[in-house]
């Protein structure tokens, strides 16, 4: 029998045992003597760690059982799962059933099923909204925010065209929730999440369970990430992601609650952060006012209590210019 850390070395055993691991690792009995093994295999090289974030991400999201069907776990041997095929076979496939994983993960088979008409669902600004989803899933929409949800081909998809929304998927193993906005596509099976489209981004925050990342792209094997609670990620509209964070789930979508709240932020980010709520814009009457740190809740119900509750933290005169905007001007 075949031990799991037993396979190393080459690309194709590589994959071979980190796809492995991952099944062993969803597959309901991964104890702590697995736990134990896994992790010298993750230590031996940063290539097996790799490997193992990428199938597992897929495994959770349910294509792995499908692509290694022939995995079985023996009645006499509980340590770690075998291969029902010569091992020899096996490794010859690894690389076909690794490019079917990626794929499969991304672009799941389609299903029989009656596809969903597409419903769009839009906040106006100032607005945040809860909508409920056909598949029981719900979406919170924050200001001047607009997306659409279709069911179809075994695969939940909202396409995120402004604004920033909060998920709260409701889990469904057969049929994963995507989202794509702008250059970022986000895929789950159940979990608790942000997403915020900008001009030329996408920033994903992870409030509970697991989001794969990768860009939105026509290449299958396009660069992603796996996130967890407190994890977050930016993707460029080029294509680029920037490295994994962490962040504070306590100052993520606090929006939902009527209030944002800012730690240390500069000024100019909160400004460009209010202004995606009120009406008349705020503007800096220097740039060098941008600097100063903010920290503190801001309530989003009324702008004027807003505006006076940064004035007196950094000593601001506020004004209104010809065209109706409040200008922050330093103190004289």
């Not at 029981?136 to 949800?149: E, H, I, P, Q």
């Not at 981004?201 to 299958?220: F, Y």
């Not at 920037?242 to 606090?254: E, L, M």
Request: aromatic fraction near 8%.
């Amino acid at each position: 029998m075949t031990d799991l850390n037993e396979v190393r070395g080459d690309d194709r055993a590589i994959d071979d045992c980190a796809v492995r691991w991952a099944a062993k690792r969803i597959s309901g009995d991964f104890n702590k003597s697995d736990e134990l093994k896994l992790r010298e295999w993750l230590n031996e090289d940063p290539h097996h760690a790799r490997a193992f974030e990428e199938y597992l991400a897929i495994a959770e999201a349910g294509a792995l059982a499908g692509a290694v069907s022939g995995m079985q776990e023996p009645a006499n041997d509980q340590t770690a799962p075998v291969i029902a095929a010569p091992r020899r076979a096996w490794l010859i496939g690894a690389p076909a059933v690794a490019a079917s994983l990626f794929a499969a993960f991304f672009m799941l088979a389609p299903m029989q099923e009656a596809p969903s008409q597409g419903e769009r669902f839009a906040t106006s600004k100032g607005e945040t909204r809860d909508f409920p989803l056909p598949d029981g899933s719900v979406v919170t929409l924050n200001t001047d925010s607009a997306l659409t949800f279709s069911i179809e081909n075994g695969e939940r998809h909202a396409a995120l065209e402004r604004g920033e929304a909060f998920f709260d998927v409701k889990r469904d193993e057969t049929r994963p929730f995507v989202v794509d906005a702008g250059g970022a596509r986000a895929t789950v099976l159940g979990t608790t999440f942000t997403v915020r489209k900008k001009p030329d981004e996408a920033v994903i925050h992870v409030l509970s369970g697991v989001v794969a990342v990768r860009a939105s792209t026509d290449t299958p094997n396009a660069a992603g990430v796996r996130l967890e609670h407190g994890q977050q990620v930016t993707v460029a509209s080029t294509g680029s992601l920037s490295g994994v964070d962490r962040f504070n789930p306590g100052v993520v979508a606090t929006w939902r609650h009527g209030y944002l709240y800012f730690d240390n932020t500069p000024l100019k980010r909160v400004v460009d952060d209010l202004n995606r709520y009120f009406e008349p814009q705020i503007e800096l009457e220097d740039d060098a006012l941008g600097d100063a740190p903010v920290s503190g809740r801001i309530e989003l119900d009324n702008q004027d209590v807003a505006i006076r509750a940064i004035s007196v933290a950094l000593s601001l005169n506020t004004d209104h210019s010809n065209s109706g905007k409040i200008i922050f001007r330093a103190d004289e």
